[in-house]
């Protein structure tokens, strides 16, 4: 047998259940709620989870030929006490490709490599680019920057 509720049927039971949840939190000698069922980020959790430390988190290419395709590497280590998850790397233009981070979980103490694959295409002039990497660090997101001069036919060279 199937039972089927209407809408405000089901949001009733649902805020039924909230409510028996709540309440279950309140002291018996003062009819206060606990606090501790309130989950608030603060600055010590990066202490207490994984987190991310960069050996590097920028990188010049120098001059680089229109058309050339330059391989970055950004290495990474868990610096923090719990597992180490890259969700994303997300790559500010479609110049530039992720490639190949670790999918897996990074243990406390151990090291990665963010791989990233800048393509010059027939652009001439000053190039500034990112990527962000995305964890389950607090914070959780880092910015990885690089710079470039890309030179090709007719580019002027200025000191």
Do not use: K
Not at 17 to 42: K, Q
Not at 107 to 119: A, Q
Not at 125 to 137: L, M, P, Q, R
């Amino acid at each position: 047998m199937i039972l089927r509720l209407p809408h405000s049927g089901l949001l009733a039971m649902g805020f039924a259940l909230v409510t028996l949840l709540v309440m279950g939190c309140r002291d018996a000698n003062t009819g206060e709620i606990d606090a501790s069922i309130i989950h608030i980020p603060g600055a010590g959790e990066g202490l207490t989870g994984p987190a991310v430390s960069w050996e590097r988190d920028s990188i010049d290419l120098g001059i680089v030929a229109a058309g050339e395709v330059s391989r970055l590497e950004y290495r990474l280590t868990n610096s923090g006490n719990r597992p180490l998850t890259i969700a994303q790397v997300l790559p500010s233009c479609g110049c530039t490709v992720a490639r190949g981070w670790e999918t897996g979980t990074i243990p406390p103490g151990s090291s990665t490599t963010i791989h990233l694959e800048f393509n010059a295409g027939d652009r001439i002039g000053d190039v500034a680019e990112s990527a962000t990497v995305v964890t389950n660090a607090v914070p959780s997101s880092s910015t990885l920057t690089f710079t470039a001069r890309v030179m090709g036919p007719g580019s002027i060279v200025q000191p």
